[in-house]
């Protein structure tokens, strides 16, 4: 027997909250707003790359423990 889906929970939100800041639909959302926001995503990725590659300072501590 199959157990039936339960409704999923009712979340009262303001209209304020982020989740509605960007609409799910994207059918609804003009084609410059669209890629705006996939240019800036983009600038975030590239960011993120950039970062993930930097080679990054050894921790303080750890090297004053190994030279006592």
Do not use: C, I, Y
């Not at 926001?37 to 960011?47: I, K, Y």
């Not at 990054?56 to 006592?68: A, G, I, K, T, Y």
């Amino acid at each position: 027997m199959v157990k039936p889906t339960p409704d999923p929970p009712v979340v009262n939100l303001p209209p304020d909250h982020p989740l509605f800041h960007f609409s799910s639909d994207l059918s609804e959302t003009d084609g410059d707003v669209l890629a705006e926001r996939f240019r800036r995503q983009r600038v975030v990725m590239e960011q993120a790359r950039r970062n993930a590659q930097r080679e990054s300072q050894p921790l303080r501590r750890f090297w004053q423990f190994w030279r006592q």
